[in-house]
C-alpha cells in the first residue's frame, strides 16, 4: 500500500532552519517523481519543490535559494531542507508521490515567527 508520512515540522523564527522529511513507500519511491506542497489557511495548496526519479529538482521561485528537495534511496526518504525561513513560509507542508491517483502524506506543520 502506498505511503508517505512527513516528519521534521516545527516552530522556529525567522531566519532560522529546518530539514522536514517524507517516508516514502518502496513500492513507489523509485517510480515516480516527489514533491513537497505547502498550504496555509485561506490559502491554495501550492508547489514548492519536486525531485524526479532521475534526481532533477525545480523549486517554486519563492524558495530558490533557500530551499532544497533530495531523495535518500537507501532510506526511500524524501527531504526537504529549508533555510532562512521566514514567516510567509508558514504553512502545513505535505509530501506528495505523483501517480494514478497520486498520493499525499498527512502533512507536517511549520510556523515561522517573527
Known amino acids: 500500500q502506498a505511503q508517505l508520512v512527513e516528519s521534521g515540522g516545527g516552530l522556529v523564527q525567522a531566519g532560522e532552519s529546518l530539514r522536514l522529511s517524507c517516508g516514502v513507500s518502496?513500492?513507489?519511491?523509485?517510480?515516480?517523481?516527489l514533491a513537497w506542497y505547502r498550504q496555509a489557511p485561506g490559502k491554495q495548496r501550492e508547489l514548492v519543490a519536486v525531485?524526479?526519479?532521475?534526481?532533477?529538482?525545480n523549486y517554486a521561485d519563492s524558495v530558490k535559494g533557500r530551499f532544497t528537495i533530495s531523495r535518500d534511496i537507501s532510506r526511500t526518504t524524501v527531504a526537504l531542507q529549508m533555510n532562512s525561513l521566514k514567516p510567509e513560509d508558514t504553512a502545513r507542508y505535505y509530501c506528495?508521490?505523483?501517480?494514478?491517483?497520486?498520493?499525499w502524506g498527512q502533512g507536517t506543520q511549520v510556523t515561522v515567527s517573527d
Open positions: 518502496r513500492n513507489i519511491f523509485n517510480h515516480y517523481s
Open positions: 506528495y508521490s505523483t501517480g494514478a491517483p497520486g498520493y
Open positions: 525531485i524526479d526519479d532521475r534526481g532533477t529538482t
